[in-house]
T-cell receptor, first 115, second 112 residues
C-alpha cells in the first residue's frame, strides 16, 4: 500500500484556472506538509498541518489555500493559476513528537504545468 | 533565505568508489536529515542525526555533523549505479514548528 499518495500525478491547465491537488497518508501520522519544488530542484515548505491545525504558513500567495478535512488528508487548492506556479508539488507526512521534527515521508509529487 | 547549501552541486564517480557530499547551514538546529530523490520521484529519508551527535552510520551511509562549523557530510561507500540520484540535506529548526529547510541538493551520477 502506498504510504503517501497524491492525485493527480500530472496537471496541465491554463492561466487563470482554479485547480486542486489531493494528498492522503495511511501512516497514522499527525503532521502533513506541502512543498513546492522548482525547476532547479529547490524544495520549499509551503504549509504544514498538525492534527488538522495549520502550524506553518510560509510566504505563499493567498491564491494557495490548504485544507485538512482530517489528519490523514491535506489538500491544496490554487486559484487564478499563474505561469510561475508551474512546479512539482510534494505532499509529505511525519510523526512529529515532542516538538522535534522526525523523518518525513513524501508522496510521488504532482507536476503542475500552467500554460 | 535558504538554510542549507550543498557542495558539490554535481558529482560523477565510477561504481565502487566512495561519494562525499557536504552541507552547510546558517542557524542552530535540532537535527539534520539527509534525503534521496530519484529522477521523477518523491524524496526518501536516509538518515537523521541529532545536534548532540557527531557521527551516524546506516549501511553504506556515514553522516557526520559539526555544529561548531555548521556543516554535515554524507559519505556513500562502495557506490552502485542504483545510488544515482539527487541528495538533499534538511535542517530542523530549534523552534516547535516541525519545519525542515532543504538544501539545494547534490546530483550524484554513478557510472557503471
Amino acid at each position: 500500500d502506498t504510504a503517501v499518495s497524491q492525485t493527480p500525478k500530472y496537471l496541465v491547465t491554463q492561466m487563470g484556472n482554479d485547480k486542486s491537488i489531493k494528498c492522503e497518508q495511511n501512516l497514522g501520522h499527525d503532521t502533513m506538509y506541502w512543498y513546492k519544488q522548482d525547476s532547479k530542484k529547490f524544495l520549499k515548505i509551503m504549509f504544514s498541518y498538525n492534527n488538522k491545525e495549520l502550524i506553518i504558513n510560509e510566504t505563499v500567495p493567498n491564491r494557495f489555500s490548504p485544507k485538512s478535512p482530517d489528519k490523514a488528508h491535506l489538500n491544496l487548492h490554487i486559484n487564478s493559476l499563474e505561469l510561475g506556479d508551474s512546479a512539482v508539488y510534494f505532499c509529505a507526512s511525519s510523526q512529529a513528537r515532542t516538538g522535534a521534527p522526525y523523518e518525513q515521508y513524501f508522496g510521488p509529487g504532482t507536476r503542475l504545468t500552467v500554460t | 533565505s535558504q538554510q542549507g547549501e550543498e557542495d558539490p552541486q554535481a558529482l560523477s564517480i565510477q561504481e565502487g568508489e566512495n561519494a562525499t557530499m557536504n552541507c552547510s547551514y546558517k542557524t542552530s538546529i535540532n537535527n539534520l536529515q539527509w534525503y534521496r530523490q530519484n529522477s521523477g520521484r518523491g524524496l526518501v529519508h536516509l538518515i537523521l542525526i541529532r545536534s548532540n551527535e557527531r557521527e551516524k552510520h546506516s549501511g553504506r551511509l556515514r553522516v557526520t555533523l559539526d555544529t561548531s562549523k555548521k556543516s554535515s557530510s554524507l559519505l556513500i561507500t562502495a557506490s552502485r549505479a542504483a545510488d544515482t540520484a539527487s541528495y538533499f540535506c534538511a535542517t530542523a529548526t530549534m523552534d516547535s514548528s516541525y519545519k525542515l529547510i532543504f538544501g539545494s541538493g547534490t546530483r550524484l551520477l554513478v557510472r557503471p
